[in-house]
């Protein structure tokens, strides 16, 4: 069978597992969290199971089914091999490459080669895990079971494999959310009995606390390398795994490495972002919203909603952080000055990975919109427009936003956005839908289908929607029998006044303001239909306050590039006369004094220079 017959085979039986039967897939007992765990704090709407939102054809479900695909026909004794290596175990099948060998050969800030050796396994396992969740696939599964086995037989009490290691907070901490993925979504018996004996293996190359950079730097080490591991960042997870397992050692080594240091100043408002590693940092928000639930101390969910405001503060048109992987000093000019010096603006898959994962909290618990807008702005600008990853681990890493930019893959092979990718894409459906006691939240316009029960009634709501390239959407509701409850729909801060929302085709006579969720209570029935009209006017950003004439065009949550040849000179005036091209492009066109300049859509850039900063006069 070719690769191409079985890739076709393959989205086939993908599409033939999606639907209502789904929905009614439930997980073994046992696999549920543990109920001697305490959670001190419940959020006001809760995430669906995978299973219950799939995706419908869309360039984002289409993303998803390449992931899987991928990661499915992933050689197994590839994926073991730095494990076995480093426990002396016979390792065969082929080397993976890039970041991921076991080699000796990596010279820090040269050459990247073996530089994390398995670092992104765990990430692998929990791509597969929330894919097996989504769709139902028993080979997925299967390839689970065999992965946790295989890499249970190199676990060693001892902690081998991370003797000399440069980061292993770095690599367990992935390991730990793949094991607890695969006992969670794929019901895989041994997992969490394998997340223990990994955890008594790594914690002896462990400090004693979560260390910052600087704190890594100013104790002895190698190289420089060894001082990049990122122990903050491990909270979530372990608060994770003592919900799964009610094991309270998990809860008081998540107690352990919270990091006192960045989220103190953080509660009190004190903007400690600037200088550190960006997407270790917002992912770090997290283990504080993990922190917050387990634990119920409102420090943490201060340090995570201002920490989350900071990062925004000093964001792109497009939503991304963080040039050169870093928090820039706000108020310097240093983000406008970025476009000149840098080609790696945002990391951009473990940066919307982490984005997606802190946003969903903030909802969850805030039921604030600002956090679905600010979702959509790096779905459609960023990853929306990321190139597929290659089987031999070639991905996409940076997008680039310097004033003569391109897109182009990542120079290493399987480094860590390889791993946060398969996590990413899998999370699309949770985080279009949520759920409230009182019904169910539309956050995400993006064609999918929806199945719950409201009430004890089998609800399913499908959402139909060419959105952002389109300004409406139309949902569907099927029910057993006419039932009361509130679809809240999401209004973007950006919505124009001409925006509207018709139920049976006649406009609802609530006020819709931007920036708030639009609450409809009524008894919906059978055969119900809403349709959802969001007035789109151009606008244009600027990059930040000391810069107010580096400007984005933007058109609803879409930022337009410009692409080609740059004009000398182009005013705001002329920016905001743009016009859309034709109907069947998402292109637009600005006249200026000299030639007409094209701008499009992140997704729509090819291999074409582009900026996403247009030069205006004041
Ligand atoms: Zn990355």
Known sequence: MTRKTS???????????????????????????????QVAVTPQLSVFGYSQVQLLDSPFRRQFD?????????????????????EGMA??????GGWYDNADDFTPMENFHAFIPGHSFGQYLSGLARAYAVTGSKPT??????????????VDPAGKFYEDYRLPAYTFDKTCCGLIDAHQFAADPDALQVLWSSTQAVLP?????????????ARPHKDIAYTFDETYTLPENFFLAYQRSGDSRYRDLAVRFIEKEYFDPLANNQNVLPGEHAYSHVNALSSAMQAYLVLGDEKYLRAATNGFRMVEEQSYATGGWGPDEAFVVPGTGAL????????????????????FKITRYLLRVTGDS??????????????????????????????????????????????CCSGTFPQLTADYGISTYLQSKDGIYVNLFLPSRVSWQQNSTPVTLTQTTEYPARNTSQFEFKLAKAETFTVYVRIPAWAGPKSVLSVNGRAVEKELTPGKFLALQRTWKDGDRMDLELHMPLRLESIEEQSPNTVA???????????????????????????????????????????SLTLRPFSSIMSEPYRLYQRVES
């Open 7 to 37: 890739r076709r085979r393959f989205l086939a039986a993908a599409a033939a597992t999606t639907g209502a039967a789904l929905a009614a897939r439930s997980i073994p007992a046992w696999a549920r969290p543990a109920p001697q765990a």
């Open 66 to 86: 390449q992931n899987h695909d991928l990661f499915l026909h992933l050689d197994e004794d590839a994926m073991l091999k730095p494990f076995r290596q480093r």
């Open 91 to 96: 390792a065969p099948g082929p080397d993976m």
């Open 141 to 154: 599964q299967e390839k689970i079971h065999r992965l946790v086995t295989g890499y249970a037989k190199t």
């Open 205 to 217: 190359h462990l400090p004693e606390k979560a260390l910052s950079r600087p704190e890594q730097r």
């Open 336 to 355: 406008d000055a970025s476009l000149g010096f840098t080609h790696s603006s945002f990391e951009t898959i473990c940066g919307c990975y982490g984005h």
């Open 370 to 415: 600002r956090y679905g807008d600010s979702m959509e702005r790096v779905l459609y600008n960023t990853i929306g427009g990321a190139l597929p990853l290659l089987a031999d681990g070639t991905t996409f890493y940076y997008s680039d936003y310097n004033n003569s930019a391109k897109k182009v893959h990542y120079r290493d092979k399987w480094p």
């Open 553 to 595: 065009l933007i058109y609803g949550p879409t930022a337009l590039f410009g692409a080609g040849e740059m004009p000398e000179r182009i005013t705001r005036q002329q920016l905001l006369a743009a016009t859309a091209a034709a109907p069947s492009s998402e292109d637009w066109t600005v006249k200026t004094d000299a030639a």
